[in-house]
């Protein structure tokens, strides 16, 4: 084949031809594969730091690719926050809290695990995180803590649902003990890899 290009004459046989179209398809196909692995390596990522929430946000946005970019969003917003760890004082305040409310149980079943919703609600305000609504406030909480993400949003429908449905002694009991994970988790300080896997 023959051509006239830029002001300069060119001539390719068959074979060169060919060697030009195999490297132009082979440079595309390294580059799709390369995108798919960037793309794997994003989605392995997410779903080991948000774990369960990664499946709930796929659930609730229909796509992967919409779901991760709504988990990076919550990353970004909680970069913007200052959070922080409790001071010792505060620490020994809270824990004798939660053991006050922890002990009522027996008696005041109900009553201790609207209790234990607002102490955890006073705590998360403590170390920085904002008074929004609960699912924003959960999804603040899910970058650093998506351990127990759903211990909470177990727990905390529980203690709404008390003033409209009546919950069973066992039911109150898991919220209980759901709030325990996470109010341990949350008066416990970060180590620096935490911080800095939140920012």
């Excluded at 053991?99 to 919703?117: L, M």
């Excluded at 998360?124 to 008074?131: H, T």
């Excluded at 929004?132 to 998506?146: I, K, T």
Aim: no cysteine; glycine share 4%; hydrophobic share 40%.
């Amino acid at each position: 084949m023959q051509g006239y290009f830029n002001g300069m004459y060119y001539n390719f046989s068959q074979t060169q031809l060919l060697l030009a179209a195999f490297v132009f398809v082979l440079v595309i196909v390294i580059a799709v594969a390369g995108y798919v692995e960037h793309r794997r390596t994003k989605t392995l990522a997410l779903r080991n730091r948000f774990g369960s929430e990664y499946d709930r946000a796929v659930l609730k946005n229909g796509s992967r690719g919409e779901a991760e970019s709504k988990l990076a969003d919550r990353e970004t917003r909680v970069e913007t926050l200052e959070i922080r760890d409790l001071g010792a004082t505060e620490r020994e305040r809270f824990m004798t809290e939660w053991y006050t409310v922890q002990a009522r149980f027996v008696d005041h079943p109900k009553a201790s695990v609207t209790e234990a919703d607002d102490l955890i609600s006073a705590l998360l305000e403590a170390r920085g995180y904002p008074q929004v609504s609960f699912e924003q406030r959960a999804a603040d909480l899910s970058v650093s803590y998506p351990r127990v993400m759903e211990n909470y949003r177990v727990a905390h429908a529980i203690a709404v649902r008390l003033g409209q449905v009546e919950a069973t002694t066992e039911q109150l009991r898991t919220a209980m003990i759901q709030y325990r994970a996470i109010f341990d988790e949350l008066v416990q300080p970060q180590t620096p890899a935490e911080h800095k896997s939140a920012a």
